[in-house]
């Protein structure tokens, strides 16, 4: 499991890489004294974007669909 951490408007973001669910990533983001983002706006996704891109985490859904998604934590 791989972990990449950014800072934007104040806040600390991490990418925590492994297979988890969603119940499981926000139950392990609130045990760190965290939750899972809520992008509010586009300079915020563009950053969260990058720490993806730096994690080398597809944002493609697997099945074909072409539709970008991510669990964000």
């Known amino acids: 499991?791989?972990?990449?951490e950014g800072t934007?408007?104040?806040?600390?973001?991490?990418?925590i890489?492994?297979?988890v669910t969603f119940s499981?990533?926000?139950t392990n983001a609130?045990?760190?004294g965290g939750h899972l983002a809520i992008i509010?706006?586009?300079?915020?996704?563009n950053f969260i974007y990058?720490?993806?891109?730096t994690a080398n985490i597809s944002t493609?859904?697997?099945?074909?669909g072409g539709v970008p998604y991510a669990w964000i934590g």
Do not use: I, N
């Open 1 to 4: 499991m791989g972990q990449y």
């Open 8 to 15: 934007f408007g104040g806040s600390t973001y991490q990418v």
């Open 17 to 19: 890489t492994g297979g």
């Open 24 to 26: 499981q990533a926000r």
């Open 30 to 32: 609130a045990a760190a």
């Open 40 to 45: 509010t706006s586009a300079e915020e996704d």
């Open 50 to 53: 990058s720490l993806l891109v």
């Open 60 to 64: 493609t859904a697997s099945d074909g």
